[in-house]
Each structure stands twice: as C-alpha cells, then as structure tokens.
C-alpha cells in the first residue's frame, strides 16, 4: 500500500463533454497521486446499483459519509454523489495500484491513509508491554528479586 493524496474528480473529458458509459451511466475519474513517487493515477467510478459498493469503500477509505442513491432518480441522485466525490479531493488515502489487462496502473483498492507525520511517530514510538503499558526496558528480568 502507497500513500497519495486525492487531487482531481472530473466527470467530463477533455472535450468538456459528461463522461457516460455505452449503456447510458455516468461515470467520474478520480485523480490519485502516490506521495514520494509522484506516479499519477486515474481510477473510474462507475455509477450504477451494481458498482456502487466502489463508492461506498472510496468514501470510507476518505474519512467521507457514501451519499444515499435513489436509483429512481438518477440525475439528481448522480448529482449529489459527484459533489461528494469532490468534496474528497485534498483527502489522503493508501491505495494498491497494479496494471490491469491493458498493461495501465489501476487502482485495486482503497483504505484510510495514515499521515506521514503519524507514521513516524508509530514507528518510533518505544514499544511497551500490552497489559501495564510501561515501557519494555523499564525492567529487568536477570536482576535478582529479593524474596
């Protein structure tokens, strides 16, 4: 897993027309940038019943609340799901990026990213021991115990 930051959502192309799928469903391409690679990814929500399980792991791997979809009111409910996806960009996330058939980075999976800053701290935190949380090293286990 690699840490990126959300950077762009954008359901139109370059041509400024609304990104829609063959059957007729919109769809939005999320822009991921992976920290200290600086690789860029573009990853595609599709926006139907069947897919939408992807949105609701994205929002959550975003810290985000996954808006409700009436599915009998597809335009305004599209609507309020890409203001959503937009309020996400600047989130920080981890993502798996791997190649898919095409041979194009794709990512495969989104979860909560942690700051660098905390990440530090996690890894250079001393370790302690579980049950009293005092410091491993606060003991010693060959000293002689006067009893």
């Known amino acids: 897993m690699k840490i990126a930051d959300i950077t762009g959502v954008y359901d139109t192309d370059r041509d400024n027309e609304k990104l829609v799928t063959k059957k007729g469903n919109p769809y939005?391409?999320?822009?991921v940038k992976v920290k200290g690679s600086g690789d860029v990814v573009y990853d595609a929500f599709f926006f139907t019943e069947k897919a939408y399980w992807t949105f609701d792991n994205y929002f959550k791997?975003?810290?985000a609340t996954t808006p409700e979809v009436n599915w009998s009111d597809i335009d305004a409910s599209w609507a309020i799901v890409l203001q959503a996806l937009n309020s996400t960009i600047g989130s920080q996330v981890s993502?798996?990026?791997?190649q898919n058939?095409?041979?194009y980075d794709t990512v495969q999976?989104?979860?909560k990213g942690m700051l660098p800053e905390l990440e530090k701290e996690a890894d250079s935190a001393p370790l302690t021991d579980d049950v009293s949380g005092q410091l491993d090293d606060d003991f010693d286990m060959d000293d002689d115990v006067p009893f």
């Open 28 to 31: 939005a391409k999320v822009l």
């Open 61 to 63: 791997a975003c810290g």
């Open 95 to 98: 993502v798996n990026i791997i």
């Open 101 to 103: 058939q095409a041979g």
């Open 109 to 111: 999976k989104y979860e």
